[in-house]
């Protein structure tokens, strides 16, 4: 009679598990990218994988600045454009002549002021 053997599976074309390991993720850069990151590993005595980790985690902690509201906005259109009107009207000899062209000119012509949608409508 033949003695029978056990076969056992072999493992040596499979990976262990990854029981208890971060996700491996992938991602394909730029090679002048590729070399800026190993640079910046190799100042900081880190491998590119930890190079790479540390590098996200600063970028992700970075605010961005906020834009303006539209009232800031407008304030700062504002302003502008009268620092302009004063510029263009400084041969101008009254002050008060000034000051009231400078606010006609800022508010606009008179036939589109109630049809301005950035502007309350004024009773009265």
Do not use: Y
């Not at 990151?37 to 996200?56: E, F, K, M, N, Y």
């Amino acid at each position: 009679m033949k003695k029978s053997t056990k076969m056992t599976p072999k493992r040596s074309h499979r990976r262990p598990a990854a029981t208890g390991r971060d996700p491996h993720v992938t991602s394909r850069m730029p090679l002048g990218l590729i070399a800026e990151v190993d640079a910046w590993a190799t100042a900081h005595g880190a491998t590119r994988a930890q190079a790479i980790r540390q590098l996200i985690e600063l970028g992700l902690t970075i605010r961005t600045k906020s834009k303006q509201g539209s009232a800031a906005r407008a304030e700062r259109a504002n302003e502008l454009a009268s620092k302009t009107i004063d510029n263009l009207t400084s041969a101008t000899p009254e002050s008060g002549e000034k000051a009231r062209r400078k606010g006609n000119l800022i508010k606009g012509p008179e036939e589109f002021r109630q049809v301005r949608v950035d502007r309350p409508r004024r009773k009265g």
